[in-house]
T-cell receptor, first 111, second 118 residues
Framework: GESVGLHLPTLSVQEGDNSIINCAYS??????FIWYKQESGKGPQFIID?????DKRQGQRVTVLLNKTVKHLSLQIAATQPGDSAVYFC??????????FGGGTRLMVKP | DAGVIQSPRHEVTEMGQEVTLRCKPI?????LFWYRQTMMRGLELLIY????????DSGMPEDRFSAKMPNASFSTLKIQPSEPRDSAVYFC????????????????FGPGTRLLVL
């Protein structure tokens, strides 16, 4: 889920399908991770978080998976809906008190 | 809860003018963060406060930028003088703060201030 400059990776899914958004994080010492959803014209909105002592955490229609071995984080959205269309950011706590954000992935849901 | 409140929502100004952005964090949160978001650089942390004290301002681009937090319910980010390259969306976020010196609580973002410097 990293991006460079103006280009955001885009995931296009059919309404009702499951979505998986991936993120590679940088610091093996990071111990807290968050997924945010940002809709056009709005601020990032908290979706779900996970601490490094867990591999999986589930919320309502969302699941976050953490693979510390390969420093990989994923967000799974079940039964994707048009309202899920947004840019999704992963963030890691890798500097004590601050979050570092990934470049984002744009999710487009086709009706 | 009203969430994080930012004002103004939109600001258009001319190069050289002073710009002041305002933020009211969520009540009870003791950490406050200022971010800047652009298409080219994504979301960048500028500065953050804990218990009204600036902890890390290494992300502040240059001396033209300054931030204050006079009390637990108010913070400002000032740009003086503003330049066209400062055009961006500026977000304020707050969290319940730190545990053992490490961020262990999620940050909640405001709606942002969209700044355009002509």
């Amino acid at each position: 889920g990293e991006s460079v400059g103006l280009h955001l990776p885009t995931l296009s899914v059919q309404e009702g399908d499951n979505s998986i958004i991936n993120c590679a994080y940088s610091n093996s010492a990071s111990d807290y991770f968050i997924w945010y959803k940002q809709e056009s014209g709005k601020g990032p909105q908290f979706i779900i978080d996970i601490r490094s002592n867990m591999d999986k955490r589930q919320g309502q229609r969302v699941t976050v998976l953490l693979n510390k071995t390969v420093k990989h984080l994923s967000l799974q959205i079940a039964a994707t809906q048009p309202g899920d269309s947004a840019v999704y950011f992963c963030a890691e706590n890798n500097a004590g008190n601050m979050l570092t954000f990934g470049g984002g992935t744009r999710l487009m849901v086709k009706p | 809860d009203a969430g994080v409140i930012q004002s103004p929502r939109h600001e258009v100004t001319e190069m050289g003018q002073e710009v002041t952005l305002r933020c009211k964090p969520i009540s009870g949160h003791n950490s406050l963060f200022w971010y800047r978001q652009t298409m080219m650089r994504g979301l960048e942390l500028l500065i953050y406060f804990n218990n009204n004290v600036p902890i890390d301002d290494s992300g502040m681009p240059e001396d033209r930028f300054s931030a204050k937090m006079p009390n637990a319910s108010f913070s400002t980010l000032k740009i003086q003088p503003s330049e066209p390259r400062d055009s961006a969306v500026y977000f304020c976020a707050s969290s319940r703060g730190l545990a053992g010196g490490r961020l262990q609580e999620t940050q909640y973002f405001g709606p942002g201030t969209r700044l355009l410097v002509l």
